[in-house]
């Protein structure tokens, strides 16, 4: 496994530009054309290098969503119609790459009862019970949210939320893959190298600025969006813990899931905040 030391710099570090379209052939289902030098393009992305960038790549993958949020909400649909288009097009996008890594990690590490089996349960592609609750349990908690934030503030505001939750939900993931060490020698975590702590925090700072500028510009409540990135924090931390616990470390299913829970924890700081605001001027 490919790994740096904190504070190095991996060979061919590349420009910001050729970064971002890395992390958006590897995040996403979008199309990306050949990069300048690149001989491979569909090869596993060497994670020291690039992950900096993924804050934007983000934003670029949860645009068609929130564009079809503003776009469903302005048309005066239902919030929870809105919402639910809005998370199948970011599903659409993205392949539903981080809700098969939350399902294979409710089937693993609540249906094993030893870390090889967990793993393999979690390699498995079949979705069991647990799996699906996960899924179902996401889906159904993040389109309402979503709802709730757009009946309160409107559709700009939702389609906010969804931009703003994007790059600190998969920095939460990137930061795991960091700091924690790989329950498998092999497999996508592994593959695509370690970064650094330090890399990892670049890529949550910057999801910080972007994610600010963002609710400030649609006037959503920075401090619920606050609460939300300290809601998604800690519920990385908790899974880090279990998986740690469980398998041993992460796997590339972790991320995802870490991903989906973080995503979760900022629509319900955002959701809570509004609803603070609204039972006030009430």
Known sequence: MNTIEPGTQPPDWPGWAVATAICLRFWSRLPVPPLPGESESHAAPDFRAVPRALPFAALVIAAPAALVALGTGLAGLSGLAVAALALTALALTTGAFHEDGLADTADGLFGGHTPEKRLEIMKDSRIGSYGALALGLSLLIRASLIAMILDRAGASA?????????????????????????????????????PSAATARIALALSLVLATGIALTVQLPVAGLMLGFALAHGAAAILSRLARRLIGGQTGDIL????????????????????WGTGLSG
């Open 158 to 194: 939702a389609a906010a939320a969804l931009l703003a939750a994007a790059p600190w939900s998969r920095a939460e993931g990137l930061f795991l893959l960091a700091t924690q060490p790989p329950a498998r020698s092999t497999g996508a975590a592994a593959a695509v190298g370690r």
């Open 256 to 275: 995802g899931a870490a991903q989906q829970l973080s995503e979760i924890a900022i629509y319900l700081g955002l959701a809570l905040a509004l609803g």
